[in-house]
Nanobody
Framework: VQLQASGGGLVQAGGSLRLSCAAS????????MGWFRQAPGKEREFVAG???????FYADSVKGRFTISRDNAKNTVYLQMNSLIPEDTAVYYC?????????????????WGQGTLVTVSS
């Protein structure tokens, strides 16, 4: 089982990026999936999560700026990030649960991608 995250890069404050996470090896069409991020010297934190139905929720710090979505047919989850600020700089990880329910704790996720770096310059 592999989760492959992509789409990170360097962007100026106010800009946008779209992250993708493609799963292979098994289907996650009935599983909750999420995005987390980890900045240097900080703990990994929840960013956004989505159920297979499309129900989603977000960390307060990104609400209104980020949008999580998924394409179950492609076994892929996305994170559209708009109005980026320097505080969004981090390595972003996608993750998948064994279960359908949403959860903001990293320990609730069994599968992890390798991470993609997002750097927002001021």
């Amino acid at each position: 089982v592999q989760l492959q995250a992509s789409g990170g890069g360097l962007v100026q404050a106010g800009g946008s990026l779209r992250l993708s996470c493609a799963a292979s090896g098994r289907t996650f069409s009935r599983s909750a999936m999420g995005w987390f991020r980890q900045a240097p010297g900080k703990e990994r934190e929840f960013v956004a999560g989505i159920r297979y139905t499309g129900d989603s929720f977000y960390a307060d710090s990104v609400k209104g700026r980020f949008t999580i979505s998924r394409d179950n047919a492609k076994n892929t989850v996305y994170l559209q990030m708009n109005s980026l600020i320097p505080e969004d700089t981090a390595v972003y990880y996608c993750a998948a649960r064994e279960y359908a329910t949403l959860n903001a704790s990293p320990t609730a996720y069994s599968y992890w991608g390798q991470g993609t770096l997002v750097t927002v310059s001021s």
